[in-house]
């Protein structure tokens, strides 16, 4: 039997529904293409049943197929994307009666009901178009995509950045009358130095403007900081620790009882270089045994005779990677003069954009000048500083008001580029502070107003107890196969053939799936305004230039610095 459409020369008919597609058999495949959308794999189609409602499918292959009579008959697999019902939405395909009435390509308005029923107004947020019709925008839900966890994966050249920049700019700008910053906070951990031109109105912040107080790491980050873990000694772990205490304690001016409340983790001031003087002091102590030297050793006679400290000699080691730490001048920004005078309300306020006379809805933290091996602390101690805000925050609030159900009327979006950098899928102890801190938000950040969006051209290398926190995914092109199978191992087992597609995504088009999104969806992302400052440097066009001159002495200042 042949099933007609309203057309004439639409002539086709579904063969077979199985629980994940739809095959249709197609007379004349010219003929079946008077839709203003092109037909091609990743085109939609529009199957009525007998109850008037429309399954919309979207075209996964085209085979073709000889029958019985010699003639050449087109098959098509689509997969079921939902029903259409008195012009909404509705996910799944299994409602679909047998026989079908009709088939035929979906139209454009039919595509745009799809997506814009799908989200309330008050809650759209858009950055993306339809993939295979670029007049048709795909809203998400705002609410449901920010205060979940977003994940941004794709290999170089993808349009990562891009997409991360377009994203942010959008939430930046979405705003009602009467104001001209909007309430969003974003922090964007910036590791290659290239968001700088892409949010010209942030708070940007590199190392010759960071100042971090080091006597707010807790126990674990100043013993990953300023001791040899893996050394394993205890006797410096027993004499930092004794230092800072008894620092804290000289510094604080409460009464004797709250004085010994005092301990490693509490973020009060401490005088890192008095610490060394007191490393010092026990390296070389010498300690009086109360007896005197007997008249037979003229030069001593009668002098205090003295004895080694238990420790002398043994700190050598210890006081000279203090040293080091202390007079390294790239480390300025987390050990100079500054990071001693420093409040806890100015730090917390330049790092969240409340800076007095320069407010901004995005800070940039560039860590391209952050020496490696302080890389985890600097990014630990930011992370765990905006977690704990949240955390009281919401304490103070409630306190406040009881009935409150809003926890955090200012919530944070943290964005971390490069992702695997600082949180990856790893026990080294380079990475636990960071990891710890950033996996810590992954679980508990939500119930606190912080959230966060990693971006990653690695994602097979990023802890996947971060990783499998995000309930929002922005898949780009991935070439890498054990990236893809993560991924894929994340992502629902519905999506059919779109996941195979990663590898041959063009730049800006990104599989879009998650809480947030009406259905799985190819998009193309929008153009960012400001672009980040592009990291592809024309190789062949500069070789062809005359030969540069260099200034090594120049180099040579820079480096020294």
């Known amino acids: 039997m042949t099933l007609a459409s309203q057309d004439d020369s639409i002539n086709a008919q579904v063969i077979a529904v199985f629980p994940d597609s739809v095959r249709i058999v197609v007379d004349d ?4 293409k008077i839709a203003e959308e092109s037909l091609k794999v990743g085109s939609h189609l529009k199957i009525a049943d007998n109850e008037n409602a ?49 088939v035929e390509p979906a139209t454009i308005d039919d595509i745009k009901q799809i997506y814009d029923g799908s989200v309330d107004s008050n809650k759209k ?36 950045s891009h997409t991360l920049a377009t994203i942010i700019q959008n939430a930046v700008k979405e705003k009602g009358e009467g104001f001209s910053l909007n309430n969003s906070h974003i922090i ?8 700088k031109s892409a949010f010209p109105d942030a708070t940007y912040i590199d190392t010759s403007s960071l100042t971090l107080p080091y006597w707010m ?47 490693l983790d509490t973020p009060l001031l401490f005088d890192i270089n008095k610490v ?51 007079n390294d001048r790239r480390l300025e920004f987390f050990l100079g003069e500054q990071s001693r005078s420093i409040t806890f309300e100015q730090t917390l306020q330049m790092l969240m954009g409340y800076k007095p006379g320069s407010m901004s809805n995005v800070t ?66 380079k990475y636990r502070s960071s990891k710890v801190a950033i996996e810590r938000i992954a679980k508990e950040g939500r119930k606190y107003g912080i959230t966060l969006l990693l971006a990653s051209q690695r994602p097979s ?33 519905s999506l059919g053939s779109l996941a195979e597609k990663m590898t041959s995504f063009r730049q800006g088009e990104a599989l879009l799936v998650g809480e947030s999104v009406v259905l799985p969806t190819i998009v193309q992302i929008d153009p960012c305004g400001n672009a980040p400052s592009s990291n592809d440097i024309p190789y062949w066009e500069l070789w062809k230039e005359e030969w540069k001159e260099i200034d090594f002495t120049d180099i040579k200042r820079e480096w020294y610095k």
Do not use: W
């Open 29 to 32: 495949l010219e003929d079946f």
């Open 54 to 102: 429309v399954l919309i499918a979207i075209i996964e292959n085209f085979q073709i197929s000889v029958n019985e009579k010699g003639k050449r008959e087109h098959i098509i697999e689509a997969f079921p994307l939902g029903i259409l019902r008195n012009g909404k939405f509705e996910r799944g395909g299994d409602s679909l009666a047998t026989p079908p009435k009709k």
């Open 125 to 160: 947020f858009c950055f993306s178009k339809l993939s295979s019709n670029r007049e048709v925008a795909v809203p998400i839900d705002g609410n449901k995509f920010f205060n979940k966890h977003i994940a941004i994966v794709g290999s170089t050249g993808s349009g990562k």
């Open 188 to 195: 964007v951990f910036d590791i290659h130095s290239e968001y």
């Open 217 to 263: 790491l807790n126990s674990e980050e100043l013993e990953e900081f300023f001791l040899d873990t893996e050394a394993n000694d205890h006797n410096q772990r027993n004499i930092f620790k004794e230092a800072i205490i008894l620092d804290r304690r000289e510094k604080f001016t409460g009464s004797y009882a709250e004085k010994q409340k005092i301990h």
């Open 276 to 326: 060394l003087e007191y490393a010092k002091a026990k390296n070389t102590e010498m300690i009086d045994t109360g007896e005197v030297y007997a008249n037979s050793n003229k030069e001593k006679a009668g002098q205090p005779r003295l004895t080694q400290g238990s420790l002398h000699g043994k700190l050598t080691n210890y006081v000279s990677r203090l040293e080091n730490k202390i």
């Open 364 to 429: 940039v933290i560039d860590l391209s000048g952050v020496p490696f091996e302080v890389l985890s602390i600097t990014v630990s101690l930011i992370s765990r500083l905006i977690f704990e805000y949240g955390y009281i925050y919401k304490r103070s609030r409630c306190s406040q008001n009881p009935s409150e159900t809003i926890n955090n009327n200012a919530p944070i979006l943290l964005v971390y580029e490069e992702a695997h950098k600082y949180a990856p899928n790893s026990e080294l102890s």
């Open 461 to 493: 290398e990023i802890s996947e107890t971060i990783f499998s926190q995000c309930n929002n995914f922005i898949a780009m092109r991935l070439t890498n196969p054990i990236d893809q199978g993560y991924v894929r191992k994340l992502l629902p087992d």
